[in-house]
């Protein structure tokens, strides 16, 4: 499934911004060390930005 093919729902939504989201929620997912909330801000704010796009 292509979400950002020509009507898809993150069409709209700069490539950058997904690869960004997709490393914090990777890290938060997998990485052995505590996910922090200062690393959880840039994560909601990214997340925010994909909602609201």
Known sequence: MNLTSPGGVLAS??????HELCDHYDHARFH???FSAAQF?????LLSRVLHW
Request: net charge neutral; proline share 21%; glycine share 0%.
């Open 41 to 45: 801000t840039p994560y909601h704010s």
């Open 13 to 18: 939504v700069e490539p950058r911004i997904i």
């Open 32 to 34: 052995p060390m505590q």
